[in-house]
């Protein structure tokens, strides 16, 4: 399974951004998507969770202002971020769990910077 995300920016605080992560290759296998995101010097932190039943549940640093979907051919995740500040600054990252319970996947990342 190939993610690869898009979407990151540089935004003022307050904006908004959506970011996107294509998943291809071998999908069946997925059983969850979601979304990390790491700043500078601390670890990746999870942000949120969509599951293959379209469940989806958000950290509670960023309900509220962050939103997880997916469209239509499960293919695309999505994370709409709205009232950000500066200290959701970090590297994004799309993840995929395997429905083996044990593996997951991940993209390269994408760059959000919010200026004060």
């Known amino acids: 399974v190939q993610l690869v995300e898009s979407g990151g920016d540089t935004v003022q605080s307050g904006g908004s951004l959506r970011l996107s992560c294509a998943a291809s290759?071998?999908?069946?296998?997925?059983?969850?998507m979601g979304w990390y995101r790491q700043a500078p010097g601390k670890q990746r932190e999870w942000v949120a969770t969509i599951t293959s039943g379209s469940s989806t549940n958000v950290a509670d640093s960023v309900k509220g202002r962050f939103a997880i979907s997916r469209d239509k051919t499960k293919t695309t995740v999505y994370l709409q971020m709205n009232s950000l500040k500066p200290e959701d600054t970090a590297v994004y990252y799309c993840?995929?769990?395997?429905?083996?319970?044990?593996?997951?996947?991940w993209g390269q990342g994408t760059q959000v910077t919010v200026s004060s």
């Open positions: 993840a995929a769990d395997f429905r083996d319970g044990i593996s997951r996947g």
């Open positions: 290759g071998s999908i069946y296998r997925i059983n969850a």
